[in-house]
């Protein structure tokens, strides 16, 4: 009886990681993409050209944000620069990180372009999960204006996003805090 038990105890107990794993993998085979507001904003991890062209067919991307910043040679980022001129979609670089804080006056530049890139707008950086999630999380509380708990559900482990206290990941979740009185979140 022990030994059935200690069996079942067993198994219950990988369970949860085999399903976080496979939650990852539906993650990798979809591209990470999400819709955070129709027919505005989209997010993803790093789009293939096909699925570049998937996405301005079907959501009407206008502008591409690479927030993993230019990097001329690299075959993921002159393929993502060629299939957005080849669908006249607009192509804009800006570098952050998610191991370390995005400054405010970098945040306020990313506003500032989310402000006035044509819309819809895909953002993206390699996974979709990290730098993605901080910059919807601006879009929603600085641009839409939709309150800081939309806001900050952009920052979840619904998007690959792993809030472990100072973790590799952890300025992510860091930034957003530091930036909630410059966003209007007094009350946090």
């Known amino acids: 009886m022990n030994r059935k038990r200690i069996l079942t105890f067993g198994s219950s107990l990988l369970v949860l990681p085999l ?10 085979v979809t ?9 505005t904003l989209y997010r ?13 067919r079907s959501y009407g991307i206008r502008t591409i944000i690479n927030l993993r910043g230019a ?8 393929q993502e620069v060629a299939e957005a001129k080849r669908l006249g979609i607009a192509h804009v670089d800006f570098r952050m990180s998610s191991r370390a804080e995005l400054p405010q006056t970098d945040a306020e530049r990313l506003v500032q ?9 895909l953002i993206h950086c390699a996974d979709g999960s990290d730098r993605t999630s901080l ?9 839409a204006k939709l309150g800081e708990k939309a806001a900050e559900d952009q920052i979840s482990l619904r998007y690959g996003h792993f809030a472990i ?4 990941t952890w300025p992510i979740d860091r930034t957003f805090e530091d930036l909630e009185p410059w966003l209007g979140y007094h009350d946090s």
Not at 31 to 39: D, Q, Y
Request: proline share 8%; charged share 10%.
């Open 113 to 121: 372009i989310f402000e006035t890139a044509e819309k819809p707008v």
């Open 19 to 28: 399903a976080l794993l496979l939650y990852i993998c539906m993650l990798l």
């Open 71 to 78: 990097n001329v040679g690299a075959s993921w980022y002159d």
């Open 165 to 168: 206290p100072y973790g590799p």
């Open 135 to 143: 910059a919807a999380a601006l879009y929603v509380a600085a641009v």
């Open 44 to 56: 993803s991890g790093q789009p293939t050209p096909h699925r570049i062209d998937e996405y301005a």
């Open 31 to 39: 591209g990470n993409f999400h819709t955070v507001i129709a027919g």
